[in-house]
């Protein structure tokens, strides 16, 4: 059983060299990063800068056409969360009046050729993706990108169940299904500062973890540490940011920290970032770890599946349902 204790009130975030031979050292700063911070950089990732540069002229492309082209795949009037979203149509704090971002959202699908019948399943969130007809290598751009980043996330559980002190395939059976979305965002300048409307409020991510690229030159996430102390979390040169979510927070009992976080753009700029969020397949109870549990230690959540989770938190986001 590993540690537990109250979180740092960390001034930085960790940066982690995925590329580090020493498979003891690399789990222990794994571990630390997600015990005391819940954020951390990771280098040596492995998405290449070609597959970024692709998606990123693919979504500046896109969300410079029209609005009401854009709205012909708004979300709220597709199936299973699926499409674009306007500015200050989500709002991920609840005291917040709505997030200063667009966004397209899809999930997993092969690069060539679609889901076959029998693979779209109806879950909670499951189903074909949705694409714009503009601009033409959209779908491509994003898909190239997703699956690169996928390959990632598929080699940060291993390390996430060491540090848990667990095998390193503890995840595989509960991560066939690819229950993995990702949003592609457009920040819109903030001429000021305004706590009620920023790029994106204050939240916690929803699923296991998150892998974020961020526009390089443009500070704008910051990070809350445990004396409720805003910590900028810039683009590093090299790497992506990993940060953990509820998901691991509800199956851990609170020993890896879903850390609140917020963005806002006031780079006077246009801010591009993409989130991947990683979740696992959502007949999966989020039921806590045994060894995360104590007598000192009672669960803390309500057992649910991590579709319901997941379908939840999109409900509350979007203020619609499906």
């Given at each position: 059983?590993?540690?537990?204790?109250?979180?740092?009130?960390?001034?930085?975030?960790?940066?982690?060299?995925?590329?580090?031979?020493?498979?003891?050292?690399?789990?222990?700063?794994?571990?630390?990063?997600?015990?005391?911070?819940?954020?951390?950089?990771?280098?040596?990732?492995?998405?290449?800068?070609?597959?970024?540069?692709?998606?990123l002229?693919?979504m500046?492309?896109?969300?410079?056409?029209?609005?009401?082209?854009?709205?012909?795949?708004?979300?709220?009037?597709?199936?299973h969360?699926?499409?674009?979203?306007a500015?200050?149509?989500?709002?991920?704090?609840?005291?917040?009046?709505?997030?200063?971002?667009?966004?397209f959202?899809?999930?997993f699908?092969?690069?060539?050729?679609w889901l076959?019948?029998?693979?779209?399943?109806?879950?909670?969130?499951?189903?074909?993706?949705v694409?714009p007809?503009?601009?033409?290598?959209?779908?491509?751009?994003?898909?190239?990108?997703?699956?690169?980043?996928?390959?990632?996330?598929?080699?940060?559980?291993?390390?996430?169940?060491?540090?848990?002190?667990?095998?390193?395939?503890?995840?595989?059976?509960?991560?066939?299904?690819?229950?993995?979305?990702?949003?592609?965002?457009?920040?819109?300048?903030?001429?000021?500062?305004?706590?009620?409307?920023?790029?994106i409020?204050?939240?916690?991510?929803?699923?296991?973890?998150?892998?974020?690229?961020?526009?390089?030159?443009?500070q704008?996430?910051?990070?809350?540490?445990a004396?409720?102390?805003?910590?900028?979390?810039?683009?590093?040169?090299?790497?992506?940011?990993?940060?953990?979510?509820?998901q691991?927070?509800?199956w851990?009992n609170?020993?890896?920290?879903?850390?609140?976080?917020?963005a806002?753009n006031?780079?006077g700029a246009?801010?591009?970032?993409?989130?991947?969020?990683?979740?696992?397949?959502?007949?999966?109870?989020?039921?806590?770890?045994?060894?995360c549990?104590?007598?000192?230690?009672p669960?803390?959540?309500?057992?649910?599946t991590?579709?319901?989770?997941?379908?939840?938190?999109?409900?509350?986001?979007y203020?619609?349902k499906?």
């Open positions: 059983m590993i540690p537990i204790h109250d979180a740092a009130t960390f001034s930085q975030i960790p940066i982690i060299d995925l590329a580090l031979e020493d498979t003891t050292a690399l789990v222990a700063a794994v571990r630390d990063a997600c015990v005391n911070v819940g954020f951390l950089y990771v280098r040596n990732h492995g998405i290449s800068p070609g597959a970024i540069a692709g998606v002229a693919a500046q492309d896109y969300f410079s056409l029209p609005l009401p082209e854009k709205a012909k795949l708004d979300i709220r009037s597709t199936p969360f699926k499409g674009y979203n500015v200050l149509t989500s709002n991920n704090d609840p005291a917040g009046h709505g997030d200063l971002h667009e966004g959202e899809f999930g699908e092969p690069l060539e050729g076959d019948a029998d693979e779209v399943r109806a879950g909670a969130m499951e189903g074909r993706n694409w007809d503009r601009p033409e290598e959209f779908r491509e751009a994003c898909l190239t990108y997703y699956h690169e980043a996928f390959a990632l996330g598929r080699r940060m559980y291993p390390l996430f169940a060491q540090a848990l002190g667990l095998a390193p395939d503890f995840f595989d059976d509960k991560t066939r299904r690819a229950a993995a979305i990702m949003r592609v965002l457009h920040y819109p300048p903030q001429p000021a500062p305004d706590e009620k409307v920023l790029g409020g204050a939240h916690t991510d929803f699923e296991c973890f998150t892998v974020l690229w961020q526009q390089p030159g443009i704008a996430l910051q990070v809350c540490n004396a409720g102390e805003w910590i900028d979390a810039p683009p590093l040169e090299g790497t992506l940011v990993v940060n953990l979510g509820d691991f927070a509800r851990t609170d020993v890896f920290k879903s850390t609140v976080h917020r806002a006031l780079s246009r801010r591009y970032s993409i989130p991947l969020f990683f979740g696992t397949d959502y007949d999966v109870l989020l039921e806590p770890i045994p060894s549990i104590s007598e000192d230690r669960p803390r959540y309500e057992v649910v991590a579709g319901e989770h997941v379908k939840a938190w999109l409900e509350a986001a203020g619609h499906h």
